[in-house]
T-cell receptor
Framework: GDSVTQMEGPVTLSEEAFLTINCTYT??????LFWYVQYPGEGLQLLLK?????DKGSNKGFEATYRKETTSFHLEKGSVQVSDSAVYFC????????????FGAGTRLFVKA | SAVISQKPSRDICQRGTSLTIQCQVD?????MFWYRQQPGQSLTLIAT?????????ESGFVIDKFPISRPNLTFSTLTVSNMSPEDSSIYLC???????????FGSGTRLTVV
């Protein structure tokens, strides 16, 4: 079945460091890919998305490129801030599985000043 | 995107009791979903709430434990029945407009069963 694998956390970075959170997926068909962010004590928010191969999603300085050849959707940010501390979830919606979203396990990011 | 109001935001309940969680959306949506997020874990889909018909439950979740109502296209409830400490989790409702636009989530209900 469809699945999402993302790097284990926690990831601890200093402010202004470069961030990469790896995400790979397995899916039949051509899924849409998403990154969600969950700040402490809050629900999930959609961070960015990409719907087809080579699309780049971007928002709030975060980027991720849909790589079909490597089945990956790695999240990057050039310079993290303390306010980016949160849990990040990679997810997919497969066009062969209705509208169910498959989530990765989540990666907790700590950014220290 | 849709705006979701979910309540209560948190509750502490005695084991053996039931809690009903409400999810109100500011626009009509076809599909509503209920997720559980256990402490430190990812999200697990409980069921899809269908308007006018019974909910569709995922493997490991049953209607007797998690009855769901969906009386119209803007509202749904999830009841956690006969609670035990293992039910302590965050419960989230969500909606999706179209496949390519991702889900919108409510802020969640943090449930602690003592």
């Amino acid at each position: 079945g469809d699945s999402v694998t993302q790097m284990e956390g926690p990831v601890t970075l200093s402010e202004e460091a470069f961030l990469t959170i790896n995400c790979t997926y397995t899916a039949t068909g051509y899924p849409s890919l998403f990154w969600y962010v969950q700040y402490p004590g809050e629900g999930l928010q959609l961070l960015l998305k990409a719907t087809k191969a080579d699309d780049k999603g971007s928002n709030k300085g975060f980027e991720a490129t849909y790589r079909k050849e490597t089945t990956s959707f790695h999240l990057e940010k050039g310079s993290v801030q303390v306010s980016d501390s949160a849990v990040y979830f990679c997810a997919l919606i497969s066009n062969t599985g209705g509208f169910k979203t498959i989530f990765g396990a989540g990666t907790r990011l700590f950014v220290k000043a | 995107s849709a705006v979701i109001s979910q309540k209560p935001s948190r509750d502490i309940c005695q084991r053996g009791t039931s809690l009903t969680i409400q999810c109100q959306v500011d626009s009509q949506v076809t599909m509503m979903f209920w997720y559980r997020q256990q402490p430190g874990q990812s999200l697990t889909l409980i069921a899809t709430a269908n308007q006018g018909s019974e909910a569709t439950y995922e493997s490991g979740f049953v209607i007797d434990k998690f009855p769901i109502s969906r009386p119209n296209l803007t509202f749904s409830t999830l009841t956690v029945s006969n609670m035990s400490p293992e039910d302590s989790s965050i419960y989230l409702c969500s909606v999706v407009g179209e496949m390519n636009y991702g889900y919108t989530f409510g802020s969640g209900t943090r449930l602690t069963v003592v």
